[in-house]
C-alpha cells in the first residue's frame, strides 16, 4: 500500500509537472527586437516624419509595440547631445540604429559602434562625410538615405527670385552648426554670383539667434529671405513662419510642411518618403540583410509648393509660369 500510494504521488506530481510546462514556455518567448531612434530635433515637429518610419517597418512585417520596440533618443536641436545619446542607444544593445535628422546624427552613431547596423537619413553627401565607401557600396556596418535638401538651396535662391524679381537684397539663414553649411554657402554664393544677386548671409542656431536674424533683415532692408534646410530649422517651423509674417518678408524654406503651415513657398525632397526608406532598410536588418548590401538610396521625389493665401497678404502676384511649374498650390 505504501509502494501504490508512493507511486499515485509521484504520477501526480508528474502530471502538475507536465500541466506546468506550457506556462513555462509561454513566459519564455524570446524578446522583442529593439530599434535605436536617433534624431537631432524634437519630437512634436517631427512626429509625421516618425509616422511614415513605421510605416516603413510595417512594410517588411514589424508593427511598434507587436513585434518589435522602439527607444527614442531626441537632441532637440543641441546637436552636441548627439555623441551621448547615441552611445547610450549602444549600451541598450539595440538592434538596429536610425540616424535620422541630419549627417550629425549619422556621423554620431557610426563613431558609437562599428558593429550595430545604423540607418541614416542625410542631407550630406555620405562619402564625403565618411560614413560610407560609395553609394552603391556603402561597406561597413552603415547604410541609409541621402536625402536631397541642403544640395537644391541653389535652386531655391532661383525660385525665389522668380517669385519677387524686385528684391535687390536677399537675406540667406544658415545654421553653422550644421555638417552641411559649407557646401550650403557655396551653392548659394555661386548661384548668386551667375545671375548677380546681392546676398546677406544670416546665422543662426537657436530661438534667440533667429529672432535677431529677422530683425538684422528687416534693418537691411531685405527684400526677401531664404532660409536654409536645417534641422533646427524644421524644429522650430512656426517661429520661422510666424516672423516672416511679422516682418512680411517674402521667403522660401526647405520642406511642404513650411507651405502647408502658412510659408511663402517651398522646394525639396519628401521627407517622409525618406523616413519610410529608413524604416523599410532597418526592418530588412531586422531580418537578417547586411547593411553593406543595401545601396544608399537617394531622393527622387521634389515638390514646389506655393501657398496662395500668404503671396496675397504679401501682395505677391504669383507669376504663371511659377504657379504652372508648382506640385501644389495652397488656397
Known amino acids: 500500500m505504501t509502494i501504490g500510494i508512493g507511486r499515485r504521488h509521484f504520477i501526480s506530481a508528474l502530471g502538475g509537472v507536465a500541466v506546468s510546462w506550457p506556462l513555462t514556455v509561454r513566459a519564455q518567448q524570446p524578446a522583442?527586437?529593439?530599434?535605436?531612434?536617433?534624431?537631432?530635433?524634437?519630437?512634436?515637429?517631427?512626429?509625421?516624419?516618425?509616422?511614415?518610419?513605421?510605416?516603413?517597418?510595417?512594410?517588411?512585417?514589424?508593427?511598434?509595440?507587436?513585434?518589435?520596440?522602439?527607444?527614442?533618443?531626441?537632441?532637440?536641436?543641441?546637436?552636441?547631445?548627439?555623441?551621448?545619446?547615441a552611445a547610450d542607444l549602444v549600451h541598450r544593445q539595440v538592434a538596429v540604429i536610425a540616424a535620422t535628422g541630419g549627417g550629425l546624427s549619422a556621423v554620431a552613431a557610426k563613431a558609437s559602434t562599428t558593429t550595430i547596423p545604423i540607418v541614416f537619413a542625410t542631407g550630406t553627401d555620405p562619402v564625403q562625410q565618411g560614413l560610407v565607401a560609395s553609394l552603391n557600396r556603402p561597406g561597413g556596418n552603415v547604410t541609409g538615405v541621402f536625402v536631397l535638401l541642403s544640395a537644391l538651396e541653389g535652386k531655391r535662391l532661383g525660385l525665389l527670385r522668380e517669385m519677387v524679381p524686385t528684391a535687390t537684397l536677399i537675406a540667406v539663414l544658415l545654421n553653422p552648426a550644421n555638417s552641411s553649411f559649407d557646401a550650403q554657402?557655396?551653392?548659394?554664393?555661386?548661384?548668386?554670383?551667375?545671375?548677380?544677386?546681392?546676398?546677406?548671409?544670416?546665422?543662426a542656431s537657436s530661438e534667440h539667434e533667429i529672432d535677431a536674424a529677422f530683425a538684422t533683415a528687416a534693418q537691411l532692408p531685405a527684400r526677401a529671405m531664404l532660409v536654409g534646410a536645417d534641422p533646427v530649422f524644421s524644429d522650430l517651423r512656426d517661429q520661422l513662419i510666424a516672423l516672416a509674417a511679422r516682418y512680411a518678408v517674402p521667403a522660401i524654406f526647405e520642406l511642404r510642411e513650411f507651405a502647408a503651415a502658412g510659408g511663402l513657398m517651398s522646394y525639396g525632397s519628401n521627407l517622409s518618403d525618406a523616413y519610410r526608406l529608413v524604416g523599410l532598410y532597418s526592418g530588412q536588418i531586422l531580418k537578417g540583410t547586411k547593411p553593406a548590401d543595401l545601396p544608399v538610396q537617394q531622393s527622387t521625389k521634389f515638390e514646389l509648393v506655393i501657398n496662395l493665401k500668404t503671396a496675397k497678404v504679401l501682395g505677391?502676384?504669383?507669376?504663371?509660369?511659377?504657379?504652372?511649374?508648382?506640385?501644389?498650390?495652397i488656397e
Open 32 to 85: 522583442m527586437p529593439l530599434i535605436g531612434f536617433l534624431n537631432s530635433a524634437s519630437p512634436g515637429p517631427y512626429a509625421s516624419y516618425v509616422t511614415a518610419f513605421r510605416r516603413g517597418l510595417n512594410e517588411t512585417g514589424f508593427s511598434e509595440g507587436r513585434n518589435v520596440a522602439i527607444e527614442y533618443r531626441w537632441a532637440e536641436g543641441q546637436y552636441d547631445r548627439l555623441p551621448q545619446l
Open 185 to 203: 554657402l557655396n551653392d548659394i554664393q555661386e548661384a548668386a554670383r551667375s545671375v548677380g544677386q546681392q546676398l546677406h548671409i544670416l546665422y
Open 316 to 329: 505677391i502676384n504669383v507669376p504663371p509660369t511659377l504657379l504652372a511649374r508648382a506640385d501644389e498650390v
